[in-house]
């Protein structure tokens, strides 16, 4: 019997750096078919995905800044930079057959739509995988904030953040080998302790859409896809009491 989604409609938080593989810099398109391989196993089971994706594998805004380039400058740099790694998975996506559009929040009518949420909404209905590129539109928010956003915009159920280890720790566990997984947080755990799973305004803004936030390894076959039915590991950050 195929498996059931637990969360119908979804929205995938991916880092540029895990689009780099084992390189230092840039893509790797092993890692990007592998990325899309895991998105078209839950288009399959029938849930709505839609994408946020990072560019620290190509310009960091904050570095870009810290290097001397005026902040509001970088982080438009850095925006610029998310495009390319959505036409990068979305050319991916649509080699294995899994229709995709990109909408970004600055206009760049040659490469991309641009984003107006209703047209958001109705691909997705459609079944098409829909890649929001640009972050926000402007400086100073993260790609973490702008998941966040266009979670709560397109009325999504969870919001998964991908990262390279299955859940959140109390430590690095690729440093501390005795680091605590956690099951299940608050928001306000993750604020309090200072957990940094996503930055304050994603948080914040997730807790007032009571959108939960899942953070899983994007690195484990199949994980998406287990996730999105519930199952397999994963930290949720939820209203709800933690479990300790």
Sequence with gaps: MADTPRFKRVLLKISGEALMGDRSYGLD??????VCDEIKSVVDLGAEVCLVVGAGNIFRGVSGASAGIERATADYMGMLATVMNA??????LEDKGV???VLSAIPMATVAEPYIRRRAVRHMEKGRVVIFAAGTGN??????TAAALRASEMGCDALLKATSVDGVY???PKKVPTAKRFD???YLDVLSRDLKVMDAAAISLARENR?????FSIFTAGAFSQVVCGKGVFTIVTDEDAAQ
Excluded: E, W
């Design 139 to 144: 400086p100073f928010f993260t790609t973490d």
């Design 211 to 215: 959108i939960p936030i899942i953070v």
């Design 87 to 92: 036409l990068a998975l979305q050319g991916a």
């Design 29 to 34: 398109p092993n890692m990007v078919s592998r």
């Design 170 to 172: 109390d430590a690095d």
């Design 99 to 101: 229709p995709t559009r």
């Design 184 to 186: 299940k947080l608050t």
